[in-house]
Nanobody, 113 residues
Framework: QVQFVESGGGLVQPGGSLRLSCVAS????????MAWYRQAPGKQREFVSA???????NYADSVKGRFTISRDNAKKTVYLQMNSLKPEDTAVYFC???????WGQGTQVTVSS
């Protein structure tokens, strides 16, 4: 059974930082690409960042230069370091393996003063 468990969200002021974590199970983690998505209230889920099995990365334009994705294959964990946070980054953040069709419960990120 595929499972993704996200954590690390919270309330942060604009300009602040958070580090999200996602532990995966039920997949051969080291051979899978991983991705972060987010969904803001009233909006569709959108792509944030992805990392391949060989650690190549890509980012949505809206987060490029502020967010960094990484992975630890030994811990079956993917991370999202988020710096210089903006109110428009407020959303529930999810991780997944692209194309697998399974999602975790997400972790809430709120950027507000």
């Amino acid at each position: 059974q595929v499972q993704f468990v996200e954590s690390g969200g919270g309330l942060v002021q604009p300009g602040g930082s958070l580090r999200l974590s996602c532990v995966a199970s039920g997949i051969t983690f080291r051979t899978n690409n991983m991705a972060w998505y987010r969904q803001a209230p009233g909006k569709q889920r959108e792509f944030v960042s992805a990392i391949t099995s060989s650690s190549n990365t890509n980012y949505a334009d809206s987060v490029k230069g502020r967010f960094t994705i990484s992975r630890d294959n030994a811990k079956k964990t993917v991370y999202l370091q988020m710096n210089s946070l903006k109110p428009e980054d407020t959303a529930v953040y999810f991780c997944t393996t692209p194309g697998i069709g399974s999602w975790g419960q997400g972790t809430q990120v709120t950027v507000s003063s």
